[in-house]
């Protein structure tokens, strides 16, 4: 007999005791706790009953260069990590939302160059954006972006670039991170970067990402 079996097996028993109670006793307080015994008797049956699953964190996504044949693997790849691993979700929406902790990321591939999306994803301090393009005061978010290639994330090198693939792609721009990249990529990070320059957006300290 399973463990959930004889759980119920009790639960049962409790619900018949308190029936008893109810029929063959006449005290007020013995009656009353025969109600209470069939009340928890048939709430225990009932949450025994649904089906139990087990709490296991998120599959982490393998990242197999072998199958990277193309960009749009890349960005695939990419855009798996960006809702799993690299937790860019928890933060970020792709669209407008006024729940969203971080700035929307809707055409950030065509905003940014990929070498300034790699720097605020390592380097999230370097620089901040104040976009002026509203009538009020730029918004600002509560959370602050993380370094993604240090714990407890950890992004590698392959990982982060797949990504801003993904987010090239997503903003129907051309990606500009090839195969033949990822494949031999390092855990040396590119030349320093410098701000993309777009119109309305001016840069000051701290991160483009968020």
Known sequence: MSEVAFLQLI???VVGLGIAVLLFIKARFARVVG???????????????????????????????ANIKTASDMAAIGQKIFFSKGQCALCHSIGPSESA???????????L????????????????????????QPK???A???????????????EILSVIAFLQQMSGEPITVSPSEITQASDTPPAQAKPAQTAAVVPIHASGLN
């Open 11 to 13: 639960g049962l028993s």
């Open 35 to 65: 109600f209470v015994a069939i009340v928890l008797g048939l709430f225990s049956i009932t949450a025994l009953s649904v089906p139990q699953m087990a709490s296991l964190p998120p599959v982490e996504e393998k990242f197999d260069v």
């Open 101 to 111: 902790r971080c700035p929307d990321l809707k055409g950030i591939g065509a905003k």
């Open 113 to 136: 160059t990929r070498e300034f999306m790699y720097e605020s994803l390592t380097q999230p301090q370097a620089y901040i954006y104040l976009d002026f393009r509203h009538e009020s």
């Open 140 to 142: 600002e978010y509560p």
């Open 144 to 158: 602050r972006m993380p370094y993604i290639n240090k714990n407890p994330i950890g992004l590698s090198k392959n």
